[in-house]
């Protein structure tokens, strides 16, 4: 049930300020930071410099009509809930400025509408999942200032309507691969303050949208 799913998210935001209408017999346009459409379904929750001071409750997952999550600056904590992303609808999932830790689930893959994902200024860690290349409508990547190590995987290949990839401020090393370039409409690659190695791969002057170029090699090899 929706309202038991509200009811559930707001005693573990119980500090939240606002979590309190979230109840029963509410109606939605007086909830806080609360959106519905017509028929009555969440379909967004948006939180800016809030005070959760608490984790996501696997409970939001009852949220099925859940297509926007904004929850930005609000002192989120413990890991991302693998059930997250298996929610139907979910288009936009912004997280930055929390104290997430862990890593990404590879359950991500399974959000194939999803558009943006922002998890940058965190405390996640780990290697990159393959199941991001399952995300064919992602436009937006953001994963900076975190703790991620490891290569970019190879999946992201698949990422054709990527625009803005920011992985910068992690513990990234390898090369940058040749097939950033796969994604016609990049427009921000920003991979600095990471341990990469090796050349900036020519192909990147075919991406002709590109308008910012971050590399920053650790280690150059020009010609």
């Given at each position: 049930m929706v309202v038991d799913a509200l009811e559930d998210l707001a005693s573990a935001w119980s500090s939240l300020d606002g979590s309190a209408t979230w109840s029963r017999g509410t109606d939605c346009d007086s909830m806080a930071a609360?959106?519905?459409?017509?028929?009555?379904?969440?379909?967004?929750?948006?939180?800016?410099?809030?005070?959760i001071s608490a984790s996501i409750p696997e409970s939001i997952t009852a949220l099925e009509e859940l297509s926007w999550l904004y929850?930005?600056?609000?002192?989120?904590?413990?890991s991302l809930p693998p059930a997250l992303f298996t929610l139907p609808n979910l288009v936009h999932v912004v997280l930055s400025g929390n104290q997430l830790t862990g890593n990404i689930p590879d359950t991500v893959g399974s959000a194939t509408g999803l558009q943006s994902l922002l998890l940058d200024a965190n405390q996640l860690s780990g290697t990159l999942p393959s199941s991001l290349g399952s995300l064919s409508a992602l436009v937006n990547l953001i994963l900076s200032t975190n703790?991620?190590?490891g290569s970019i995987p190879n999946s992201l290949s698949k990422l054709t309507s990527l625009e803005y990839l920011y992985l910068?401020?992690?513990?990234?090393s390898g090369s940058i691969p040749a097939f950033i370039s796969n994604s016609p409409g990049l427009k921000h690659l920003v991979l600095q303050y990471n341990g990469?190695?090796?050349?900036?791969?020519?192909?990147?002057?075919?991406?002709?949208?590109?308008?910012?170029?971050?590399?920053?090699?650790?280690?150059?090899?020009?010609?």
């Open positions: 609360v959106y519905c459409d017509d028929d009555g379904h969440v379909v967004a929750l948006e939180v800016r410099n809030g005070n929850i930005k600056s609000s002192e989120l904590t413990g703790g991620f190590s910068d401020a992690n513990a990234l990469f190695t090796g050349q900036i791969p020519d192909s990147l002057g075919n991406v002709t949208n590109l308008e910012a170029l971050y590399p920053r090699l650790k280690h150059w090899q020009g010609d």
